[in-house]
């Protein structure tokens, strides 16, 4: 939940992050990214219409609510290194 707690962002399993509003409590929108596969992952909020996002990928995922896009960072399991591809 966003740190007003108007909007909910939830990882839906099929193709990214659903956002809903809390206030008129329905469904806004999706921001669509490719999962890899169908794990449950972690997602937090990094300010109220942003949020990180973890993938089947070995990707961390930040999604904005209101730009409709994402940003994907990759992990190397090495050395804890990330960097945008």
């Given amino acids: 939940m ?3 707690r108007k909007l909910l962002a939830i990882t839906n399993l099929i ?9 008129d409590k ?4 999706t ?3 490719e999962l890899g596969s169908n794990y449950m992952v972690d997602i937090a ?3 109220e219409t ?11 995922i ?3 609510h209101i730009e409709k896009r994402i940003h994907i960072m990759k992990i ?5 290194e990330i960097f945008m591809p």
């Fill in 2 to 4: 966003s740190p007003s």
């Fill in 15 to 23: 193709d990214g992050v659903d956002w809903y509003s809390m206030k």
């Fill in 26 to 29: 329905h469904f806004l929108s």
């Fill in 31 to 33: 921001t669509g990214y």
């Fill in 45 to 47: 909020f990094l300010d």
């Fill in 50 to 60: 942003t949020v990180v996002a973890g993938s089947g990928q070995g990707q961390l």
């Fill in 62 to 64: 930040i999604a904005n």
């Fill in 76 to 80: 190397h399991k090495a050395g804890g």
